[in-house]
């Protein structure tokens, strides 16, 4: 999983800075050049959402398969 969080986070990075010229021909939103909207907002959205996705897989999915599930970790501070 990391890996592919990895690849992600690098095409999301530098992928498109090459190929700017040819993104900026087209236009998105309120006219700004797809190269430009892609280098100042679409990268930082989906840092974002890696970084949620990251968070989310780890607590439904490594805690569980790992034995750090927080439903049993509850339970057993309640009990004396």
């Not at 990391?2 to 690849?7: A, D, R």
């Not at 986070?9 to 010229?21: S, T």
Request: aromatic residues 18%.
């Amino acid at each position: 999983m990391i890996t592919i969080l990895l690849v992600i986070w690098f095409l999301a990075a530098y992928a498109h800075p090459p190929f700017a010229k040819i993104l900026n021909e087209t236009r998105i939103l309120t006219g700004f050049p797809l190269g430009y909207w892609l280098a100042s907002q679409g990268s930082l959205v989906i840092f974002v959402v890696l970084i949620f996705f990251y968070a989310w897989y780890m607590n439904n999915v490594l805690d569980k398969k790992y034995g750090f599930d927080e439903e049993e970790a509850r339970t057993e501070d309640s009990d004396p």
